[in-house]
C-alpha cells in the first residue's frame, strides 16, 4: 500500500530548515522548544546528534515531522520527536517512530532511550506502543526567593568559579550514585561552554559540586553531584545566596542526592519518565 509520506535523512536538509522543522513540531508543547541555529548547533555539538540518522517525514515536498537521534558507542537516545501542528491527529507518530527506531537498528545500536513529561500521554503512547519502557522518574524542580523577605540577590556569580571539567572528569563517577541522564552525562558536560562551578573540598578531594550557567538572577544547574545530601544541601543553600532563582530540570528521582532540593525549598514543577529499550 502506498503511503502519502517518506522518509529521508535529516542531512538531506540544510540546518536552517531543520532546525525550523524541530521548532515547529514542539508547537503547543507544555514549555517553549524553539531553536535558534546556534543553540542548536550547540546541541549537536555536546549531545552528539547524528543527523544522518535522524528521520524528517516528508509529505510530498514538505518536511512535517522529525525524530532527531543522538549516538554514543552503541546506545542510541531521541533528542527530539514531533509532527508540525497541521498535520497531527493522523496517525502519523507511530510510522515515523517506527522508522526511527529502525534507523537506530541499522546503525548498530543496542539500545534507545529518550525522555517523556509522564503528563506527555501521546508521545507516550508511541514510544510505548513501540517497545520502550519506562525505568525511572527525574523531577524538575526549582526554587524562587520570596520577594517579602527584603533580600535582593543580583546575581552574584564572584562566588564560583570556570568549571573545571578535568577535575570533575575524576569525580564524576563517585559523586553520582545514580546514573545521570543523556544531556547531563560526563560526556555532556565535557562539551558545555560558560559553566561555573562551585565546590566542597574535603581532604584535598572534591566532596561535592554543582556546574551552573547564570543569567539574570536565574542559575541553571547543569549537574550536581556530592558524597551525601548534607553536602549538596550545602551548595544549594550558596546558590540560593546568590541568585534569585535557581533551577534543576532532570534530578534523578532514585538519586538520594536529589533530597538536598526538598530540604532546601525547592518545588517540582513536573516529572519526566526516563524510557529505555533493548534493540
Known amino acids: 500500500m502506498t503511503t502519502p509520506y517518506r522518509f529521508v535523512p535529516a542531512s538531506s536538509l ?31 555539538r555536546t549531545d552528539h546528534i547524528d543527523l544522518y540518522r535522524s528521520v524528517v517525514m516528508m509529505w510530498g515536498d514538505a518536511p512535517i515531522g522529525e525524530a532527531t537521534m ?17 498535520y497531527r491527529g493522523r496517525r502519523l507518530g507511530p510510522p515515523l517512530f ?18 517523556a513529561l509522564t503528563r506527555n500521554t501521546a508521545a507516550l503512547s508511541v514510544y510505548t506502543g513501540t517497545g520502550l519502557r519506562p525505568v525511572r522518574e527525574t523531577r524538575l524542580l526549582e526554587w524562587k526567593r520570596d520577594p517579602t523577605d527584603g533580600v535582593s540577590a543580583p546575581g552574584d556569580a564572584t ?7 578535568a577535575r570533575i572528569a ?10 545521570a541522564l543523556w544531556s547531563r552525562d560526563l560526556p555532556s558536560l565535557l562539551l558545555r561552554r560558560g559553566l561555573l562551578q562551585t ?8 566532596a561535592a559540586y554543582v556546574l551552573f550557567a547564570a543569567n539574570e538572577g536565574t542559575a541553571r544547574i547543569a549537574d550536581a553531584g556530592a558524597e551525601d545530601v548534607a553536602q549538596m544541601a550545602e551548595l544549594l543553600a550558596q546558590l540560593q545566596s546568590h541568585y534569585s532563582t535557581v533551577v534543576m530540570i532532570d534530578a534523578p528521582a532514585d538519586s538520594p542526592i536529589t533530597a538536598a532540593f526538598d530540604q532546601t525549598g525547592f518545588h517540582e514543577f513536573d516529572r519526566q519518565y526516563e524510557l529505555f529499550m533493548t534493540l
Open 170 to 179: 575524576e569525580c564524576f563517577g563517585r559523586l553520582h550514585p545514580a546514573p
Open 14 to 44: 540544510t540546518l536552517d530548515a531543520f532546525v525550523d522543522l524541530y521548532s515547529r513540531s514542539f508547537a503547543n508543547y507544555f514549555y517553549p522548544m524553539s531553536q535558534t541555529l546556534d543553540g542548536f548547533a550547540a546541541r549537536v
Open 98 to 115: 517506527a522508522e526511527f527506531v529502525a534507523q537506530a537498528r541499522q546503525a548498530g545500536m543496542k539500545s534507545l532511550q529518550l525522555e
Open 199 to 206: 565546590q566542597l573540598v574535603r581532604d584535598g578531594r572534591i
Open 70 to 86: 543522538a549516538i554514543r558507542g552503541e546506545r542510541a537516545w531521541c533528542g527530539g520527536f514531533g509532527i508540525v501542528p497541521e
Open 159 to 165: 562566588f564560583a568559579q570556570p568549571a573545571d571539567m
